[in-house]
């Protein structure tokens, strides 16, 4: 009579897939754009990626083992996942210190509190990140240019990112067709020629990272496309009604975060919808949002504040947006 019966509804079925083999599937998808990271920032990457990874691992241990006191669980390489995407979320020459606390916050506050892997509502490497942004904004916006780009001295020169070139550009009167000579050209930012976090600048890196989750069924097309197709339409709209004010769609899909955000980190499985409508209509979500904050707001990017308020309307679409029931009778008419 010691053994308790769990009833849950139908239909019950099993997978191969195990948590670790998922978030390692993240890991290897990662890889590409790691390597460009190193190509561009040099040891200034390395040491931000490792710094992250370690510390956040670290942090879940500690706090699994002396706080919560509950079963270990860093070998499933959640934290892991989170380390690396933190550390794709931050300049190559952030001051060591400033990650160790970043981690802390994304494991500690936006994780652990809520009950570790599949609790938080939020993501915690977006957490960490906006974190530091708000808490440092100095180091957060000194992005070094990547070598090749000025004189050829990783981590020696620091720039603008072509988002906030735009953004100031605008501020102060300039054109879009003025400020489009300053920036990197589209073949540059789909390379990853360009500032601005480790992860974030090599679109064809991360594309590759896509294509490998989506044939390995690590995730679905539904977020990244929405993210990106209602930015394309959205950015479309503005710059043909007023193309003096407004970059094309092709800048904001391949300048700043929206890649990494749409592919890896709105895809979360913790904190994204459940169901395929509602995946799109969170993806929409995301991308409308970047757009407005990055047009109309105080900051040149805007994709982790996006991603972070749509987390928040994730309970409410899986509760009120819901797949068809399974055996459920079709009324005619």
Known sequence: MNNLLNISPSPHTHGKETTRKLMFGVVIALMPALAASVLYFGIGAVIVTATSIISCILFEFLIQKYVLKKPISITDGSALVTGLLLAFNLPSNIPV????????????????TFGGLGNNPFNPALVGRVFMLISFPVQMTSWPVPAGLSTGYTDAITGAT????????????????????????TMQMFLGKIGGSIGEVAALALLIGFAYMLIRKIITWHIPVSVIGSMAIFTT????????????????????????????????????????????IYGC????????????????????????????????????????RFGEEVKNG
């Not at 100031?168 to 879009?176: M, P, T």
């Not at 994204?272 to 509602?278: L, V």
């Open 237 to 280: 709209i503005l710059w043909l009604v007023n193309p003096g004010k407004n970059a094309d769609p092709m800048f904001h899909i391949l300048a700043g975060g929206v890649l990494l955000g749409a592919i890896f980190m709105a895809t979360d499985y913790v904190t994204s919808p459940m169901n395929p409508k509602s995946m799109l």
């Open 97 to 112: 210190f400033i990650i160790i606390l970043g981690s802390l916050v994304a494991i500690g506050i936006a994780k652990m």
């Open 162 to 185: 072509p988002l906030a070139i735009i953004k100031e550009g605008l501020k102060n009167g300039e054109s879009i067709s003025q400020l489009m000579e300053k920036v990197p050209t």
């Open 285 to 324: 979500g995301i991308g409308i949002l970047t757009v407005i904050i990055r047009v109309w707001g105080a900051y040149p990017e805007g994709v982790s504040f996006a991603i972070l308020i749509m987390n928040a309307f994730v309970p409410l679409m899986n509760k009120y947006i819901k797949s068809k």
